[in-house]
């Protein structure tokens, strides 16, 4: 890590959110299955800090297949037990039967518009919404774009997609461009 780059302040200096600041947040996301990974995450988020997601993240791979939504659609009751019991995730009932909705209605998107990712990114016209910061705290929490896509897809089936975790989720995969101005990474996304 190059500590003498100009950074979004958020991530701070811990290595882990320095990393997924520098290698992931805000680069466009054009395939499904990273699209779904993030979405879980987010979803589990609602309410908690993102670094307490990245930081049990690769226990989430692990307990969720891969991120895998055709396989987490057909989770059972038993293996929803086995989720609650783990540790290393984060136990909320509601969420975790969430994924497993989700997985669903994801796949009856795909169905409908050939890929998810069709879908989301048509709520911004397939281009990146490129924002001009000062600060971090300039940005909003939701935006006019993340409220319908929001709406949506809570209309579609989806739960935990309030529009303040869907505008998240348009942050991480780059929908919208929110690094700030002076980031290095603004002009690389
Ligand atoms: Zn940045």
């Not at 739960?159 to 101005?181: C, L, P, R, W």
């Amino acid at each position: 890590m190059n500590s003498e780059k100009v950074r979004c302040g958020w991530c701070g200096t811990d290595p882990l959110y320095v990393k997924y600041h520098d290698e992931e947040w805000g680069v466009p996301v054009k395939d499904d299955k990273t699209m779904f990974e993030f979405l879980l995450l987010e979803t589990f988020q609602a309410g908690l800090s993102w670094i307490t997601i990245l930081r049990k993240r690769e226990n989430f791979r692990k307990a969720f297949d891969d991120f895998d939504y055709k396989k987490i659609a057909k989770y059972d009751q038993s293996k929803i037990d086995l989720l609650l019991q783990n540790e290393g995730i984060i136990r909320n009932k509601l969420k975790v039967h969430s994924a497993v909705t989700n997985a669903k209605a994801f796949m009856e998107i795909q169905k409908e518009f050939g890929s998810f990712t069709e879908y989301i990114w048509s709520f911004v016209n397939h281009e990146p919404i490129k924002n001009i910061w000062q600060t971090h705290k300039d940005a909003p929490a939701t935006s006019s774009e993340s409220d319908a896509l929001s709406k949506d897809l809570k209309k579609r089936g989806f739960k935990f997609v309030g529009s303040t975790v869907v505008y998240a989720h348009m942050q991480a995969t780059g929908m919208v461009n929110d690094h700030i101005e002076s980031c290095f990474r603004y002009h690389e996304v």
